[in-house]
């Protein structure tokens, strides 16, 4: 399992309720060419449910992979192909040829697709750490320059986001970072450095731990509270104080995932 710190998607920070210029044609040429596409938990299960195929499939078919990022959280990717050269597409990426020409590009996985492809090129801007977000935040991150086509209105990133359809992806987005933070600061994230207490634990077991969160059966909240309770349990098991894991600071509360999705 790959640890890729590097791993990134470049942002300039934007007014969330500012105004732009943006349109999109749909062709798909901007937003799924060269980009690499994160996706979470709930990415992850609704992709599955748009095609048609277990989440545990899209891991074993590397249309997903799971990668170690630098905080040392369990992060998800979308596979690519080659594309024109050395460049790449997603693997859901499809164009319509005409007359030797690309006449519109199509996304094999639309109605399923992440929210970083439907928020595209805008997200919520992340503020304090990695996992704490939220939709009040007057800042959004542009990922890249798009809309400025002759299709192009005046708008804002929260428009653009919410017409989306993305309430849903954020709240559970909003309770996947709360588990990902309690599981780091309880001991098991992946990291191994003079600053950071880890939880005593095979590296097999920790990788399980974090994998169930994508491939764990039930609703999305059972998912991830079942990984809590997993966590909890190991953590007693050990015989550790909380306080003796983690990085500095206090332990943090155990997360209210299920009020954090049905709220």
């Known amino acids: 399992?790959?640890?890729?710190?590097?791993?990134s998607l470049g942002r300039t920070l934007i007014p969330l309720d500012g105004e732009v210029s943006w349109g999109c044609s749909g062709q798909g040429w901007n937003c799924c060419v060269d980009k690499d596409v994160p996706v979470r938990p709930y990415d992850v299960r609704?992709?599955?449910e748009a095609i048609g195929r277990p989440v545990q499939q899209l891991l074993d078919d590397g249309i997903v992979s799971l990668e170690w990022d630098g905080y040392g959280i369990l992060g998800g990717w979308l596979a690519t192909r080659?594309?024109?050269g050395d460049r790449s597409a997603c693997v859901f990426y499809e164009e319509v040829i005409a007359d030797g020409r690309r006449v519109?590009?199509?996304?094999?996985?639309?109605?399923?697709?992440p929210e970083a492809c439907r928020a595209y090129p805008y997200q919520r801007h992340a503020s304090g750490t990695e996992f704490e977000e939220s939709t009040s935040l007057p800042m959004a991150a542009q990922v890249f320059d798009c809309g400025s086509c002759a299709l192009a209105e005046r708008t804002t990133p929260r428009q653009v986001m919410l017409a989306n359809g993305l309430?849903?992806?954020w709240r559970a987005d909003d309770a996947y970072r709360a588990v990902a933070l309690y599981l780091h600061k309880c001991g098991l994230a992946h990291l191994s450095n003079s600053t950071y207490r880890q939880l005593p634990l095979s590296p097999a077991a920790r990788l399980a731990l974090w994998s169930a969160l994508y491939t764990?059966?039930?609703?999305?909240?059972?998912?991830?509270a079942s990984v809590l309770d997993a966590a909890d349990a190991l953590i007693a098991a050990s015989g550790l104080p909380?306080?003796?894991l983690g990085g500095a600071g206090e332990p943090l509360a155990r997360p209210d995932v299920v009020g954090m999705i049905e709220d």
């Not at 764990?216 to 991830?224: D, R």
């Open 216 to 224: 764990s059966e039930g609703t999305y909240a059972e998912a991830l």
């Open 104 to 113: 519109a590009g199509l996304c094999n996985a639309h109605a399923g697709r």
């Open 46 to 48: 609704r992709l599955a």
């Open 1 to 7: 399992m790959a640890t890729t710190p590097a791993r």
């Open 82 to 84: 080659p594309y024109e």
């Open 167 to 169: 309430t849903d992806y």
């Open 242 to 244: 909380r306080s003796h």
